[in-house]
């Protein structure tokens, strides 16, 4: 017989607090190749809005359970399974539809989790991690002591960078919306961090002087973008991975002449897709070692169970968080 389990899902695009349904879905029998996951934790990331209010950049037939990304553990493995074992926590990085009690799988696209990563943080590292990982490494070349400068600094993104480039050597500039949060960002190994108090560009280079950094990653596009720009170094490059503030980006046509400045866009979900499945799994080895040693971390401001699917999106919502909200299944 088949199993019935709890799932946060939507049949309509809209206000996500409104859209959003906690309904019970019946599970596909399971394959011989395939895997029986019981779900353990998954955040609200920023994209699972944008898909509940239907402007994300692919959109899944509907009804849909929500939910980019997370983790659980394997409760039963079919019988052609050899590579996976009951018991094994994994995450599944090219999945939909997270916030739910368990789903079926093919097992060869499950990545398994180090046991000594903790589940909260084992549930937030298929998204974030890897973009912060690979802008780091994709658009420009970085030597250790060789500038950043980002915007949205307290994302768990803008943390993960901050994180990454602590680990490779590189120092950042750090913009934020508020001056309590400098001490943090700091301990978490930032070298700069500035409130987004206008002109943000002569801050920055009275700080970092000729230092001419090289890239450039935004994160809220508008005013903040441009500030960014002013303060690159001669053929930097920006690179622009979400819209926070709902502005398009303005780009002084100097900027372009003198600076030769390059504007490029990135999207993990697309990195992934042009990327051998060998490339994934060692960049994810990087990653899993670093959370492993605790030096790759976000932060959590609330758990949430399923069942209060609409008061924690209310709370994702909300700025001026102190880290993600999670969704934590029993
Ligand atoms: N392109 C990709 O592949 C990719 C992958 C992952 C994430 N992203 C994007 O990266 C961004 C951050 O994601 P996340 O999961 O790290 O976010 P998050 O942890 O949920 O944090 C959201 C951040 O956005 C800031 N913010 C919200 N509204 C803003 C505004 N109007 N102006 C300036 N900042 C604002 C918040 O600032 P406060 O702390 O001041 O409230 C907070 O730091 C999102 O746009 C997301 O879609 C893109």
Same mark, same amino acid.
């Given at each position: 017989m088949s199993q019935e389990v709890t799932v946060v899902c939507h049949h309509e695009y809209g206000n996500p607090e409104e859209v959003v349904r906690v309904e019970r879905w019946k599970l596909p029998s399971l394959k011989p190749n395939q895997v029986l996951v019981k779900m353990k934790a998954s955040p609200i990331n920023p994209a699972d809005l944008n898909m509940l209010q239907g402007v994300y950049a692919t959109l899944s037939p509907l009804p849909a359970v929500v939910g980019m990304e997370g983790v659980g553990v394997i409760t039963q493995v079919g019988s #052609?399974?050899?590579?996976l074992q009951v018991g094994q926590l994994v995450i599944a990085p090219? %999945?939909? $539809?997270?916030?739910?009690?368990a789903y079926v799988s093919d097992a060869d696209v499950l990545s398994p989790i180090p046991s000594e990563i903790s589940i909260e943080q084992a549930g937030m590292l298929a998204i974030n991690p890897p973009t912060a990982w690979w802008m780091l490494t994709d658009f420009v070349s970085l030597e250790p002591g060789d500038w950043i400068i980002q915007n949205a600094a307290n994302s768990a993104v803008g943390r993960f960078v901050i994180q990454i480039a602590r680990y490779r050597g590189l120092k950042t500039v750090n913009i934020v919306r %508020?001056? #309590?949060?400098i001490p943090e960002l700091e301990a978490e190994g930032a070298d700069i961090v500035v409130t987004d108090e206008f002109p943000l560009s002569k801050q920055i280079r009275d700080l970092i $002087?000729? #230092?001419?950094?090289k890239l450039g990653l935004n994160a809220v596009g508008g005013d903040s973008a441009h500030e960014i720009a002013k303060s690159l170094g001669a053929h930097a490059t920006l690179v622009t991975y !979400? #819209?926070? $503030?709902?502005e398009p980006l303005r780009i002084a046509n100097g900027l372009l002449i003198f600076k030769d400045l390059r504007f490029r866009g990135f999207m993990v979900s697309e990195r992934c897709k042009r990327t051998s499945t060998e490339d994934v799994q060692e960049m994810f080895t990087q990653i899993f070692s670093l959370a492993k040693a605790g030096k790759l971390k976000a932060s959590v401001e609330k758990t949430y169970p399923l069942t209060a699917a609409r008061k924690a999106i209310n709370h994702a919502c909300q700025?001026? %968080?102190? !880290?993600k909200i999670l969704f934590v299944m029993d």
């Open positions: #052609a399974v050899t590579e090219n %999945r939909m $539809g997270f916030w739910c009690d %508020r001056e #309590a949060l $002087g000729n #230092a001419n950094a !979400g #819209a926070m $503030g709902l700025s001026q %968080r102190k !880290g």
